[in-house]
């Protein structure tokens, strides 16, 4: 196809487009334009099935509901595209720059060719180091895509499904792969630091090496995952009780037997020094446990009631405490930097005496020497509570209630205290 003839083809597309007289339809099935250049070229609904355009320079072009087919886009430039709802299947991407195209509700899955010899056979999209920085893919259907190698940090991959694709060695950075249909995809290696994650799917997924630091994961689902080897630091993730040993899991059923029938059957739970990071205990009652140097890094325990319960020299960075009842509770000498603690109760407990009547004295949260660095208290109740050596440098206490609690030589630089009760001077 000489040049000319493409200007006239893409001529006439136009008054298609346009429903003007002498308009016809794009039809480059099959065509060799490799190298060509279509900067800005509106080529909405244009035929380039099965097409060559290889190292073609495409970028900001209009190829909404294009019809791309098995076509070769080998290293072609579609920077800032718009590819919205077009028909990829089994298109060849190998390459491909796509930074800040737009690719929502695209067709990425493989496409069944016909082929004389091999008769009808299945070929997964190829997008092997494609760069899709910043690149729109909500909606998109990617299944079964190779993306091994590719760039989508920044991408917008909300709602996408990625159903088996190769994610190996991709850089993913703050990717939004949020309510993502990600069964079964390979993640081996891929960087998803700081994406994310929320809502998404990964039932099966392979995590082996790859980075999850800071990524969010609240309310995705991970069945089946092995995270031996992933990096988790700082991550939003939640693993059922379910996903721990039998040994945890028994404790946890006695426990809960103990607290039912008021000490009568079960065991109190001991669980010292146990390994529960990122467990998700949200309502469980584990009061009167012991849980001294657990680790709980990143746990979910919102709503869960800890009364007297024995947490000396835990790991509970980053983890989730809004609203738990907390009243009594041991945490001398633990780890709580970054945690959020909003509205929890750390009040102190009412001694009872063998009648069960008040005895008049109180039991008070236990906080001495606790790391509460950037916590957030907002709203949580700590009247009477041991909070000597304790270090609240940059804690959020809006709102907290910390009246007759015991400050003594606690450090508060940067500490938000707008509306906090403290106690007098």
Not at 364 to 369: D, H, I, V
């Amino acid at each position: 196809m000489t040049p000319q003839e493409l200007l006239t083809t893409i001529a006439n597309h136009e008054k298609w487009l346009g429903q003007k007289p002498g308009g016809v339809r794009a039809n480059l099935t099959l065509k060799d334009l490799q190298g060509v250049t279509l900067t800005k070229a509106n080529l909405r609904a244009a035929k380039f099935s099965g097409a060559n355009l290889s190292r073609a320079i495409l970028s900001g072009a209009n190829l909404t509901e294009a019809d791309l087919f098995a076509a070769n886009l080998d290293r072609a430039d579609l920077t800032n595209a718009n590819v919205s709802r077009a028909d990829l299947r089994g298109a060849y991407l190998r390459g491909a720059k796509l930074k800040g195209a737009n690719l929502r509700e695209a067709d990425l899955r493989g496409g069944t060719l016909l082929n004389a010899q091999q008769g009808m056979r299945v070929v997964a999209s190829d997008l092997q180091g494609a760069e899709l920085d910043e690149a729109v893919l909500a909606k998109a259907n990617v299944t079964g895509a190779d993306l091994s190698n590719a760039h989508l940090n920044d991408a917008d991959c909300s709602g996408a499904r990625m159903t088996g694709c190769n994610f190996a060695n991709a850089s993913m950075q703050k990717a939004n792969l949020s309510n993502a249909d990600l069964k079964g995809v390979n993640l081996a290696k891929a960087d998803l630091s700081n994406a994310n994650l929320r809502g998404a799917d990964l039932t099966g997924a392979v995590v082996e090496g790859a980075d999850l630091s800071g990524a969010d994961l609240l309310g995705a689902t991970i069945e089946g995952i092995d995270f031996t080897g992933a990096n988790l630091d700082g991550a939003n993730i939640a693993k059922p009780a379910e996903a721990f040993s039998s040994s945890i899991q028994k404790l946890l059923r006695e426990h809960q037997e103990w607290i039912r029938t008021d000490g009568a059957s079960g065991a109190r739970a001991d669980m010292t020094d146990a390994d529960l990071e990122h467990i998700d205990l949200s309502t469980v009652n584990l009061s009167g446990a012991s849980l001294r140097g657990a680790k709980l890094k990143g746990a979910r325990l919102k709503g869960t009631w800890m009364i007297m319960t024995d947490l000396a020299g835990s790991d509970l960075r980053g983890a989730d405490l809004t609203n738990a009842n907390l009243d009594g509770i041991n945490l001398s000498n633990s780890n709580l930097s970054s945690a959020v603690l909003k509205s929890a109760s750390l009040n102190a407990v009412d001694m009872k005496g063998p009648d069960g009547k008040p005895t008049g004295r109180l039991w008070p949260a236990n906080l001495s020497n606790c790391n509460l660095t950037e916590a957030d208290l907002t709203g949580a109740h700590l009247r009477h509570a041991n909070l000597t050596d304790a270090d609240l440098s940059k804690a959020v206490l809006r709102q907290a209630i910390l009246m007759d609690a015991n400050l003594d030589n606690a450090k508060l630089e940067d500490a938000i205290t707008e509306g906090a009760t403290l106690p007098r001077a």
